[in-house]
C-alpha cells in the first residue's frame, strides 16, 4: 500500500484549524476510477454550531465524522441502505451545550444521535457512584456520569491518508486532567475505496506515569429501513440473560424486533458470544424482515469480550433504534463491573489497541452469506438463554 497524499486538518499544538476543506479524485488520481471524495466544513446554528464535520465518499460508501464529538460517525448510507438513526436530538451537538450531570447524570443523552458512538474511556455504562482516590491519596466517593466523557471531547489532532487503496482519516482525543485519568485516544477510520465497509482501529494510552482504570464501548445505532417490524439480529452466542426485570419480559423475542411503539420502555440483553478458534473473531447481523437489506459488525472477542443489545423500539418520534454494543465490560456501574473482573487497568505509558468494522449488504444473496457464516460458528456451542438476570452479567 503506497501513500499517495498527507494533510494535516487540525492540530492543538501549532494551533492549526482547516475550517473548509475538500479532496478528491480530481486531484489525487487514486480509487481506480471510483468518486471518492473527502470534505471538511463547520456546522453553524442552534446547538450545532462550531461542531466540524468530515464527510468521506469512498465512491459506495458515504460516511460523516463528528471530530468535535470524539471522532464519533454520525450516520452513513450505501446506496439504499442507511446506516443511522432518527433520534430526537435533530442536530449534532457541541459539547458546550452538554451538560453530563443533567437529571441525575443522565445529559449525556442531550448530544446522543450518531450512528456510532464511543463510550468510556475510564468509565462507562449506568450512572452511579464509585469510590476513587484523591489527590492526596485518601478515599473519595465521585459520581460517574452515563458512559462517560469521551463522545464530548473534541480532537486536538485530525489527519487525512490517500493511498493507493483506501481513505484514513486519523484523529486523536485527549481524556485527561491533573491528579486523574491521563488517557489518549489515536483512532484511525478506513474505507477501501468502492467498498460497503469501514473500519475502526483504536488505541488508548495512559500518556500519565499512575496506572488508570479503563473502560471503551461502541454504542453501533440503527434505526429504519433496516430496523422494522420482523427485523431480526443474528450473532452466535454461549449465553444470553436479561439485564434486569423489563428484559426479562421481552426473552423470548430478544432477537427479533415490533415495529415502533409508542410509550416503549428500553431493553437490554447482555451476551457472552462464540467466535473463531485461535483469532477469536465475532460478528453481529442487524437484518431487514426481508433479509435483502442488513448491516454487519465484526470484532475479534480478545478485543471487546462483552456484547450487550439494546431494543429502544419506541414511536418514531420518541427514538426508534437499537444498539449493538461490543466492549471491554457491561454497561452497568464501573463499582459492580470492577467487582467482576471486568474493568481494565492500563499501566503509566501502556497502550491498548482494539479494531471492528461494519459493513452494509444490500442483496439477499449477501445476507444468506453471512447468516450462513453465523450459522456455522453457533454450531460449535450449545447456547444458553436465561430468562431471569444473572449475578455473573448483572447486579440483581
Same mark, same amino acid.
Given at each position: ?13 501549532? %494551533? ?101 458512538? +464511543? ?16 489527590? %492526596? ?48 485516544? %489515536? ?99 442487524? +437484518? ?23 431494543? %429502544? ?66 454450531? +460449535? ?16
Amino acid at each position: 500500500m503506497a501513500t499517495l497524499f498527507q494533510e494535516t486538518l487540525l492540530d492543538s499544538e501549532t %494551533n492549526l484549524s482547516t475550517d473548509e476543506y475538500i479532496i478528491d479524485a480530481s486531484v489525487v488520481p487514486a480509487g481506480s476510477g471510483a468518486a471518492w471524495s473527502v470534505r471538511k466544513y463547520t456546522l453553524r446554528g442552534g446547538l450545532q454550531e462550531g461542531v466540524d464535520v468530515v464527510e468521506i465518499d469512498n465512491g459506495k460508501l458515504r460516511f460523516a465524522v463528528l471530530p468535535t464529538r470524539g471522532m464519533g460517525i454520525l450516520k452513513a448510507g450505501c446506496g439504499d441502505v442507511r446506516l443511522g438513526w432518527d433520534s430526537p436530538v435533530k442536530d449534532p451537538v457541541h459539547p458546550s451545550f452538554v451538560n453530563l450531570q443533567d437529571r441525575g447524570g443522565l445529559g449525556w443523552l442531550r448530544g446522543f444521535n450518531e450512528w456510532i458512538v +464511543r463510550c468510556g474511556l475510564s468509565s462507562m455504562g449506568a450512572p452511579g457512584t464509585d469510590v476513587m482516590f484523591d489527590n %492526596n491519596g485518601n478515599p473519595s466517593e465521585e459520581f460517574l456520569t452515563l458512559h462517560g466523557k469521551i463522545a464530548n471531547l473534541p480532537a486536538r489532532k485530525l489527519a487525512i491518508e490517500i493511498t493507493d487503496e483506501a481513505i484514513i482519516l486519523r484523529g486523536e482525543v485527549d481524556e485527561t486532567m491533573l491528579f486523574g485519568p491521563a488517557l489518549r485516544l %489515536n483512532t484511525e477510520i478506513r474505507t477501501s475505496f468502492a467498498s460497503a465497509a469501514l473500519s475502526i482501529t483504536d488505541t488508548v494510552t495512559n500518556i500519565g506515569r499512575n496506572a488508570t482504570e479503563h473502560q471503551l464501548l461502541y454504542h453501533i445505532n440503527q434505526g429504519g429501513p433496516i430496523l422494522e417490524k420482523g427485523a431480526r439480529v443474528m450473532l452466535p452466542y454461549k449465553q444470553v440473560a436479561p439485564r434486569d426485570a423489563r428484559a426479562a419480559e421481552g426473552i423470548a423475542g430478544f432477537d427479533r424486533y415490533d415495529g415502533p411503539v409508542a410509550g416503549f420502555v428500553e431493553q437490554a440483553y447482555f451476551f457472552e458470544l462464540a467466535g473463531k478458534r485461535g483469532t477469536q473473531e465475532s460478528l453481529a447481523m442487524l +437484518r431487514n424482515a426481508k433479509g435483502n437489506q442488513a448491516s454487519v459488525l465484526r470484532y475479534s472477542l480478545k478485543d471487546f469480550p462483552c456484547f450487550t443489545l439494546w431494543k %429502544n423500539t419506541a414511536a418514531l418520534e420518541d427514538g426508534y433504534v437499537t444498539g449493538l454494543e461490543p466492549a471491554t465490560a457491561y454497561p452497568s456501574a464501573r463499582s459492580f463491573e470492577r467487582s467482576k473482573g471486568r474493568v481494565i487497568t492500563l499501566q503509566g505509558g501502556e497502550s491498548r489497541t482494539t479494531s471492528l468494522s461494519v459493513e452494509a449488504l444490500d442483496t439477499r444473496k449477501a445476507v444468506q452469506a453471512v447468516e450462513k457464516e453465523i450459522q456455522a460458528l453457533q454450531k +460449535r456451542v450449545q447456547p444458553k438463554v436465561h430468562a431471569q438476570p444473572i449475578a455473573k452479567f448483572s447486579d440483581v
